[in-house]
């Protein structure tokens, strides 16, 4: 395990450590509802469990490790700007140890040292009754601690498979927690001040909790100055520590170089997503930086000889995400010398994108299979017709033949009008991709079929289709702007399916296959003859067979019958409109 690893998995488990306290502590303080006597039920089962020899070491090794690593990441930033998560958890979790040294120091050190016995019933009064303020102070670190907690747990859970089913679940769960410990502890403070009113009871409360005398409690305050005061310096010399670093490397500045014309000077061993928050660049990064995802990625442009080799953890996610070469995650990735990147994801990329694509979604040469097809007559057919219908009959068109291709294996790539684009062979073979297009297209023959059964009442003539399939070398990637990129295919391979399937028009045939897809799928078309086609654009014809019905394929030239036309999958008889 690395070291940077072995930090992460410690900054993890110390913090898992430190939840559980808070909640736990939490529940107990919701127990209040209940009475004064549960509340203190719950305070000797909460006690019985964390000062278990194994436990109590444990947990206190995890505020000591989960502090060092804080301010080992505070020292180590480049500069302080950080996404608003980040910069809440940070400030929140450097607010906790002078918010809750008081209380500390009133009950667990003051029972380790003098003995006291800080039930429920003094701690309540002496924060609700005695001094009001300290309860303030204690509702404020309850709040902070809790809520520096549940960010730290949705950085690690929320790239997690199946987070998006807990997540409104925990999200109320964050929310009830806080809200009954705090209605717990304020049931438990008007109980406990209806007590106070009573003669006597404060003194006997106080002489059961063994207090110290008054040198005692003044060592406890001195000794509460000290930690306060420690914990001052630690901070700053943490801080003097960050600008004395930074005042020694600043005559070895670099500049990092972005796609888009930004260009920002750091000091060696900046990561380049530190690169860009100190220069005001978007970009992305679901995880935080932290190495968990991989939305920060960058293609590296130039100066990779600066760039020091991709550790094991970085290695392992880019192979896992298929990522092209000169590809790096810019949060690991601390240039020694000038670079120029480009991000490979919008700045708001979602959590999804975190795990990653293909590696045809970089942009990559494929043989593929490229099937359009395109309704007939049907511009004529919506001249007629209300809007609502048009669209209702083309949105089950649309659903018919695109569950046409997914049982078939392949991506509908778009809607063209009344029109489908196709793509099949992806991530296999080109003889996969080729049988899965002539499957695909008896499927929508079939499809089509059940879709002039259902309309029988409305249509004056059955809607017909012309599918045009062919295979060859495309260029795949994702293409767009912002909300509308895609993956999607370009190249001649593409041109030739979509004007093979605009010659079905002048065939008067539903598909016209080429003879590449026959030989790649295996047909056996011995008895058909092909026929020499000319398409506009290409300087060589195009030898392609025709199919009157795409139905027989599934039977003559793919294993497995033809199933009937009312019984084609997926489509199930509606009213028409």
């Known amino acids: 395990m690395t070291p940077q690893r072995l930090i992460g998995t410690t900054r993890l488990v110390t913090g898992l450590i430190l939840f559980a306290y808070v909640l736990s502590h939490d529940l107990n303080h919701a127990l209040g509802l ?45 500069n302080l700007r950080m996404p608003p998560g980040d910069f809440f958890q940070l400030t929140l979790g450097l607010a906790l140890p002078p918010l809750l040294a008081l209380h500390v120091l009133g009950t667990a050190v003051a ?77 438990a403070g008007r109980a406990v001040a209806e007590l106070a009113s009573s003669p006597g009871w404060v003194s006997t409360m106080l002489a059961a909790a063994k207090l110290p005398d008054a040198a005692g409690v003044a060592r406890l305050y001195a000794w509460l100055n000290a930690a306060l005061i420690g914990y001052v310096i630690a901070l700053a010399l943490v801080l003097i520590a960050r600008l004395l670093r930074i005042w020694l490397r600043r005559r070895r500045a670099i500049e990092i170089r972005y796609a888009d014309g930004h260009t920002v000077t750091v000091q060696p061993g900046t990561t380049v997503l530190e690169a860009s928050r100190i220069g005001g660049v978007p970009h992305a990064a679901v995880c935080g930086g932290r190495g968990r995802c991989s939305t920060c990625r960058i293609k590296v442009i130039s100066g990779a000889e600066h760039l020091p080799p991709a550790n094991d953890d970085e290695s392992k996610l880019l192979a896992r995400i298929g990522a092209a070469p000169g590809t790096r995650l810019a949060c690991q990735t601390r240039p020694i010398g000038p670079v120029a990147v480009a991000p490979l994801l919008p700045p708001m990329a979602a959590p999804r994108a975190a795990l990653g694509h293909s590696v045809q979604h970089h942009g990559q040469e494929r043989e593929i299979a490229v099937l359009f097809a395109d309704l007939r007559g049907f511009t004529r057919f919506a001249e007629h017709r209300l809007p609502y219908d048009v669209v209702f009959l083309l949105n089950r068109y649309f659903r018919a033949m695109g ?80 909300g509308a990129q895609a993956l999607t295919a370009i190249g001649d391979t593409v041109n030739t399916a979509s004007r093979l399937e605009n010659a079905t028009k002048e065939f008067d045939c539903q598909l016209l296959l080429s003879s590449e897809v026959a030989a790649l799928a295996g047909l056996r078309l011995d008895d058909l003859t092909p026929h020499d086609i000319p398409l506009r654009g290409r300087s060589k014809n195009v ?19 033809t199933p009937r036309p009312d019984a084609a999958p997926g489509l199930a008889p509606v009213e028409s409109s």
């Not at 549940?150 to 987070?163: A, Q």
């Open 111 to 187: 029972n380790l040292t003098f003995g006291v016995d800080p039930d429920y019933e003094y701690v309540v009064w002496s924060i609700w009754v005695a001094q009001p303020h300290y309860g303030l102070l204690q509702t404020a670190a309850l709040l902070v601690a809790w809520i520096h907690g549940c960010i730290g747990l949705r950085s690690w859970l929320h790239l997690k498979d199946g987070y998006a089913r807990w997540r409104d679940a925990l999200y109320a769960a964050a929310l009830i927690v806080p809200i009954l410990s705090l209605l717990g502890f304020a049931s």
């Open 543 to 561: 030898m392609a067979y025709a199919f009157d019905d795409a139905r027989t394929l599934k039977a003559e030239g793919l294993k497995g019958k």
């Open 34 to 78: 209940i009475s004064l006597s549960a509340l203190e039920t719950g305070r000797h089962i909460f006690i019985a469990f964390w000062q278990f020899p194994p436990i109590r070491y444990a947990f206190y090794l995890s505020i000591l490790l989960h502090m060092l690593i804080a301010l080992r990441a505070l020292f180590l930033r480049r």
């Open 403 to 482: 569950e046409a291709v997914n049982a078939s294996g392949g991506r509908v790539d778009k809607f063209i009008g009344d029109g489908v684009m196709a793509l099949f062979g992806l991530t296999g073979t080109p003889q996969e991709a080729c049988r899965q297009a002539v499957d695909a297209a008896a499927r929508m023959s079939i499809n089509l079929d059940q879709l002039n059964l259902l309309f029988d009442q409305d249509l004056k003539q059955p809607l017909r289709i012309g599918i045009g399939i062919h295979v060859g070398t495309v260029i795949v990637g994702e293409m767009g702007f912002a």
